[in-house]
């Protein structure tokens, strides 16, 4: 068990919704990274949030957000989905950046299937 | 733009044999990181090692290692005597400016 939680597990939705994924990063841990894993596009960077402020961008699509709560939770919001919005979402945590010596820890992602 | 290529799509090993992945960045930077991680059959993906582009020295972590080679903008990954367990996908990534660009990773197959 990473300490990442992620909420929920698996999402099933049709085009055009819009969902809310959650993450609850490990205790102490300021930064939350998001990623998009899929078929098409493999393993992707979409978004860092250290201690509530936007940190660095990756390749997120405008439809998508997210943000960072005081409590230090994030959000990844995904709206006006289409087909190939279908994928594997993971979070991930570590207390500062990577560039620092510590580890970073994964949640165990959402499976978003869009119909 | 950098580029990472891990031209491996797919190893299969018997248990107890040694296996390497490779990995080859492309970049004209001089200061960026490498990484690499672990993806098991269960799904969850594993921080394996990170490794500054100016530190070279080789690292062993039990039975895995890592060889950094800037010369050839490489950043390869042994396994010895590997284990069932090691069975996963692997993938090697870049970081530089807060952006981090992945391989499309490696998949290890270990025979028992």
């Known amino acids: 068990d990473s300490g990442v939680t992620q909420t929920p597990k698996h999402l099933i939705t049709a085009t055009g919704q819009r969902v809310t994924l959650r993450c609850s990063p490990r205790?102490?841990?300021?930064?939350v990274y998001w990623y998009q894993q899929s078929l098409d596009q493999g393993l992707q960077f979409l978004i860092q949030?250290?201690?509530?402020?936007?940190?660095a961008k990756g390749n997120i699509l405008e439809r998508f957000s997210a943000q960072q709560f005081p409590d230090l939770h994030s959000e990844l919001n995904l709206s006006s989905l289409e087909l190939g919005d279908s994928a594997l979402y993971f979070c991930?945590?570590?207390?500062?950046?990577?560039?620092?010596?510590?580890?970073?820890?994964f949640g165990p992602g959402t499976r978003l299937l869009v119909l | 733009a950098q580029k990472v290529t891990q031209a491996q799509t797919e190893i299969s090993v018997v248990e107890k044999e040694d296996v390497t992945l490779d990995c080859v960045y492309e970049?004209?930077?001089?200061?960026?990181?490498l990484f690499w991680y672990k993806q098991p059959p269960s799904g969850e993906l594993v921080f394996l090692i990170r490794?500054?582009?100016?530190?070279?020295q080789n690292e062993i972590s039990g039975r895995y290692s890592w060889n950094f080679q800037k010369s050839t903008s490489s950043f390869n990954f042994t396994i010895t005597a590997s284990q069932v367990v090691d069975s996963a996908v692997y993938f090697c990534?870049?970081?530089?400016?807060?952006?981090?660009?992945f391989g499309k990773g490696t998949r290890l197959h270990i025979l028992p």
């Open positions: 990534a870049y970081y530089r400016d807060d952006k981090i660009i």
């Open positions: 490794r500054n582009s100016f530190d070279e």
């Open positions: 970049t004209r930077d001089t200061t960026y990181y």
């Open positions: 991930a945590s570590s207390a500062h950046g990577l560039t620092i010596q510590e580890t970073q820890y």
């Open positions: 949030y250290y201690n509530g402020e936007e940190r």
């Open positions: 205790s102490g841990d300021l930064s």
